[in-house]
């Protein structure tokens, strides 16, 4: 889980995160995956190209918010300067919280791969199983009395019993992990746009402080006094930001290996069972902010 730093400036010291190219062999996997695994692997690897670019995005966000910091700086008018700098805090918080939100489809996407894997192992019983049986059938056509179709279908009955525990571990594979992959999914669609919706709530409260009255030439506008107040708006913010709980309704399983009724992995549940969701740490300071991109 990331931590964030928040406070009342952008500028100063502006640390870009790297840019991260998402690395992959689905060039020599899609020509290696056996038909059973084909489909969700390809699904896995378009998810893979949708995650970069939710991060990309994330950092795109967080590099037009500089921008616009530096803008408001640019145009010596101290109210557009003020408020340009903290609305740029708030949008750089939601490239943040795009990029947060594509760590969680990394996480969905790594329990999708139990499946596929899953998948991959079943293959070969399988192909055993009609390897035997075309062989039985040959044998029936060629040499009906030969004493190895006998053998074979002993063999047969072998490969049927343990086709039908592989099948049987593929069912129960495919069925949990799934939950678990789309519980997670789902639940960082929703607090993706629940903080979203706070943050672009208080930035619309940053644009009620900026005076825009007229002036006539010759005259100057009135003097800024809104920085202790804009300054509270980050604030506030933050302490929502920070309180936030998800409304989304837990997924139940009755698979064994679960500890609680929800399919989160054990990485998500101490933070999701301390605060009701997948709250995300911060901490307040009026330095420079820390843009931290993900592992």
Request: proline fraction near 3%; aromatic fraction near 4%.
């Amino acid at each position: 889980m990331a931590i964030m730093h928040r406070n009342m400036s952008i500028r100063g010291r502006r640390n870009s995160a790297p840019n991260r190219t998402r690395f992959s062999f689905s060039t020599l996997r899609g020509h290696q995956q056996p038909e059973t695994s084909r489909r969700l692997n390809q699904l896995i690897k378009n998810e893979n190209a949708a995650i970069g670019a939710h991060e990309k995005a994330g950092r795109e966000r967080v590099s037009i918010a500089n921008q616009l910091s530096d803008w408001g700086e640019w145009t010596e008018d101290d109210a557009v300067s003020d408020i340009t700098d903290k609305l740029a805090v708030l949008m750089a918080e939601m490239g943040e919280q795009e990029d947060n939100f594509a760590q969680y489809l990394e996480e969905s996407r790594m329990v999708l791969k139990h499946i596929r894997d899953t998948e991959n192992s079943v293959q070969p019983s399988r192909d055993q199983r009609a390897k035997i049986a075309d062989e039985i059938q040959k044998l029936k056509w060629k040499e009906p009395q030969s004493n190895r179709i006998d053998i074979l279908e002993q063999e047969l009955v072998r490969a049927e019993a343990q086709s039908l525990v592989a099948e049987a571990q593929l069912t129960n594979v495919t069925r949990s992990k799934f939950k678990e992959a789309y519980d997670i999914h789902l639940a960082a669609v929703i607090e993706r746009g629940e903080k979203q919706i706070l943050l672009a709530r208080h930035a619309r409260r940053l644009l009620n402080h900026l005076d825009d009255t007229p002036v006539v030439p010759g005259d100057s506008p009135r003097e800024y006094d809104q920085i202790s107040a804009t300054r509270q708006v980050i604030e506030d913010a933050e302490t929502e930001l920070r309180a936030w709980e998800s409304s989304a309704e837990p997924i139940h399983t009755s698979a064994g290996d679960a500890l609680d009724s929800t399919l989160l992995p054990r990485s998500g549940r101490g933070v999701r069972d301390s605060q009701g969701a997948y709250a995300v740490e911060t901490t307040a300071s009026d330095s420079v902010r820390d843009v931290n991109g993900s592992a």
